[in-house]
């Protein structure tokens, strides 16, 4: 039997990444991204049996232009027509979409109306979805939302403390993201710990450029620190995280920023690069504050704070914890966050096992902890995979 294709698309406002996933071996055929859309510059990296293209998309070329440049690839390797679904990420699904859907017309009318919890996310996606469909007209497209897993989250961690009818009448609650990786996460620890899934209570901490942490019990997403947008929460690279509301109208009355100045500022501006005045790039802070910048190590600290603060605080919920889990570009490669974040937390008698900390960073995933704490494990996050797999299970029903 030839092989079937699974193609993963992930849109950004002016980025693009996918994947095309071999839907019996679960490996990647082929990956790669998009940059820059929209800009003077655009790029286009396709990563195929061990080869890397770079490909300089027209100025200002935009999704359309490089989907239609991936699929002209897509036939130049002649891979295209064993592809049998499209599966799209969509960041948000609001309370509409439990589980990841088929996409027709009417799914995109309600993602469209979604959008509006989501303006800096949603509308990306539904450009996405809409050149693919040009470009892979015949073939199911199926979402998978990003909230999908939290929609689990019992009324008291959901709600905010605001009036109820705007929640009700509005849908002002927390929903919560990163849920194919925590997902993931959750799939994967039970099998290293050996628990059933549905037994399984654990922290999975996704600390990439956006991070959140979820905690998961009895193998369902109980709390998790992105709220209505994926702003709230721990420090991420250019995000604030938790903030009082209050600056923001500061901001605006008292310095005299625009409501969009201030979304920017919030958004591209804060967290780990705004704090060092330097990066976003966690390399980078690392280094510099190795080498004794003073911006650098006050943002890894307070990345570091309030992480650990997090990850106390989520075992309220849960009661008992078997395995803290790290994943993301950070949580899978900087043993020096994760040895900070876990000596933050000796309380719970966590021990770092050094050598098998550092291991992790080169590839060793595994435990990182001595037998005499509790447990923490690094493992990588396969957010495509499970875009795949859902993609996949929709579109045989359907068959
Ligand atoms: P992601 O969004 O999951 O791709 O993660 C991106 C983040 O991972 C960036 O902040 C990178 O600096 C960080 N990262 C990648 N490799 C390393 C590394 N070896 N050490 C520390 N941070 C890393």
Not at 75 to 104: C, N, P, W, Y
């Amino acid at each position: 039997m030839s092989n079937k294709f699974i193609f993963v698309l992930n849109c950004g406002s002016s980025s693009l990444k996918f994947a095309l996933i071999d839907s019996q071996s679960q490996q990647q055929v082929l990956s790669g991204l998009a940059d820059a859309l929209g800009s003077a510059k655009p790029i286009l990296k396709i990563k195929y049996q061990g080869n890397k293209e770079t490909i300089e998309l027209a100025k200002n070329a935009a999704h359309q232009i490089a989907i239609d440049t991936l699929v002209e690839r897509l036939k130049r390797f002649q891979l295209d027509e064993s592809i049998i679904a499209i599966g799209h990420r969509v960041v948000h699904g609001g309370e509409k979409f439990q589980q990841s859907v088929i996409i027709t017309d009417d799914v995109i009318t309600q993602i469209e109306q979604v959008s509006q919890l989501a303006p800096l996310h949603n509308p990306a996606n539904i450009i996405g979805i809409k050149a693919a469909k040009k470009a892979f007209g015949q073939l199911p497209h199926v979402a998978v939302f990003d909230t999908e897993l939290h929609q689990t989250l019992p009324e008291k961690d959901f709600l905010y403390a605001l009036p109820y009818a705007l929640y009700k009448e509005h849908g002002i609650r927390r929903y919560g993201f990163h849920g194919t990786s925590h997902y993931y996460i959750t799939q994967q620890a039970a099998k290293t710990l050996n628990i059933d899934v549905d037994k399984l209570n654990i922290i999975s901490a996704h600390l990439g450029n956006g991070a959140s942490i979820c905690a998961i019990k009895n193998g369902k997403s109980v709390d998790t620190s992105m709220g209505l947008t994926p702003l709230e929460g721990l420090v991420m690279g250019t995000r604030t995280g938790d903030l009082d509301p209050a600056i923001s109208q500061y901001l605006i009355e008292q310095l005299n920023y625009t409501q969009t100045q201030v979304n920017v500022l919030f958004n591209q501006q804060s967290g780990l690069l705004g704090i060092s005045e330097l990066s976003n790039d966690c390399r980078v802070i690392e280094e510099q504050a190795l080498a004794g910048h003073q911006g650098a190590r006050l943002a890894l600290d307070i990345f570091c704070y309030r992480l650990a603060k997090y990850i106390a605080s989520y075992t309220v919920p849960l009661g008992r914890l078997d395995a803290l889990v790290f994943t993301g570009g950070i949580g899978e490669n900087s043993d020096v966050i994760r040895a900070n974040v876990l000596n933050l937390l000796q309380i719970f008698g966590f021990s770092v096992n050094e050598q098998a900390n550092i291991a992790a960073r080169f590839g060793q995933a595994g435990i990182i902890t001595n037998e005499s704490g509790p447990t923490a494990l690094v493992i990588p996050t396969n957010e495509e995979l499970v875009i795949a797999q859902d993609a996949l299970a929709l579109t045989q029903q359907e068959l």
